[in-house]
């Protein structure tokens, strides 16, 4: 039976990768540039988690990708911790606390499955925490991507391939609820069978958000069947509710932005929505994109955070949550040399004002 389906996993992904290689070009979801808002972001120096930090003796790594939202005057964050080898497989989802958005104490972990390489498990590796309150049900629920797992080729990144999105459900109601116990959650969206634009990752990230009656996500997709990987982009998936069925919007085609990007934190403020996404090659940076309807994106701007020959890294990854407090906005995220080193958590802070126009 587990040879079985190995064959029919072994087959799936032979016709997939040559539908890939095929010269099918995906339609693109038009982009334009906004300068309707000014933006100013800064480093905060003093706020986030280091290795110093007496919560952190048992994750070896640090951390990449996650949440953070405030609730009855505290901050809450759910991060993905690295925590033993092989890092990029062997995950758990940590929940922290803060009082004042700078310094963190761990709790517990909500969520962490064991991990395994041999390319049948589908909850392997799990990546890309998110947060979001369900009104309709009186809990919180948490989304997250599982992958599947095999060694890695030389012509393709197998570590995480097949990303599905789970929604995983608080079993305590209501707005206090965001330490759970959470389940292990339910499938919820999944790369189509066929498409022109995500690949052999499938779904890495995933922020819903809700427009009207209807609920709209961006999420992301890496090439990685190809070494180097090719593409980073982030598409739009739609559904009738939070926790049920998901489908690409429309013709499923990827937004058409100047950058390769990835793991996109939505947040709406007033009658705006905004998305910090995770510039991949060329500046390392993050770029804002901006909405008026919740469908169709603008590129805005890159965040100069911080002047790049003062950076005391190589890299930096995964806006971790995507905030506001007090008329400011926040996001984590974390900082590399290199994938062996432990990876902290720093801070960015900024501001979003409105350019009057005559």
Sequence with gaps: MKARRYLISILFT???LLFLLSGCKPKMIKTSK?????????F??????????SNCDSIKYGFESGDVKKVGGIFHMVVNERFADLPTVNNRFGYWQSLDNKHWERKNTLLQFPYDTTGVIPNSCIYSPKWVYSNQENLWCLFYIQYKSSPSRTDAFYLRYDGQVMCSKSQTKGIDGIAGPFDKGKLIFKRPKISSWEGLQGITSFSPYQVGD???ALYGSANTENKPCTHWRIGMATADSLTGEWIPKGENSPLQLPIRAEAPQVLKVGDNYFALIDEIGGNENFSLLTSKNGIDWTYHSE???????????????????FFEDKGNFYTYFTTYYKNTDFAPLRQMKFSINPLNKE
Excluded at 34 to 42: E, G, H, K, P
Excluded at 303 to 321: A, N
């Design 214 to 216: 209807k609920w709209y």
């Design 14 to 16: 032979s016709f997939y």
């Design 303 to 321: 965040l100069k955070f911080l002047d790049r020959k003062e950076w005391k890294w190589k890299e930096v990854r995964s806006p971790i949550g």
């Design 34 to 42: 906004d300068s309707s808002f000014q933006v100013n972001a800064t």
């Design 44 to 53: 905060n120096r003093n706020a986030g988690i280091w290795k110093d930090n």
